[in-house]
């Protein structure tokens, strides 16, 4: 299994993916900037490692623009269809919604943990959460 933190990185404004060793110092591949250290598996979601926040949410590992794109084929077909096109684009992008894999996100500093084993207690996100880490993004 691989193990990735991806992030914005503050330093170069870049959007980075690093692949996670236990135990590593993460760093920017582009400009070298430290973001933190992972000790272990099981203390990523304790604290995270880059910002020390411990709030998380959890979301699908799915693109968003490409369930909308479905969504539009079957809206633009529904006169021709008499409307059946809808269900049935409805129904496969849920398909694909549900075989795709979740993965974590950090509110205050937003880097995505994909790889790891999310804790049941993460749950989507909370608007009201959100909005006391804003100031931080």
């Known amino acids: 299994m691989i193990f990735t933190i991806s992030r914005q990185c503050p330093q170069c404004q870049r959007f980075q993916i690093v692949e996670v ?12 900037s430290r973001w933190g250290r992972v000790e272990t598996l099981e203390s990523v979601f ?9 709030q998380f949410w959890v979301q699908k590992d799915f693109n968003q623009a490409l369930g909308c794109f479905i969504m539009l084929i079957g809206i633009v ?8 096109s809808l269900p049935v684009f409805a129904l496969w992008d849920w398909l694909i919604y549900r075989r795709l894999p979740n ?30 880490y804003d100031r931080y993004r």
């Open 46 to 54: 304790e604290k995270c490692p880059v910002c020390e926040c411990k």
């Open 21 to 32: 060793q236990l135990p590593q110092n993460i760093s920017c591949p582009n400009c070298a």
């Open 103 to 132: 993965y974590a996100v950090c509110y205050r500093c937003a880097s995505e943990f994909r790889g790891f084993v999310i804790p049941a207690r993460l749950k989507s996100f909370l608007h009201h959460i959100g909005l006391k």
């Open 77 to 84: 077909l529904v006169p021709l269809t008499y409307g059946l």
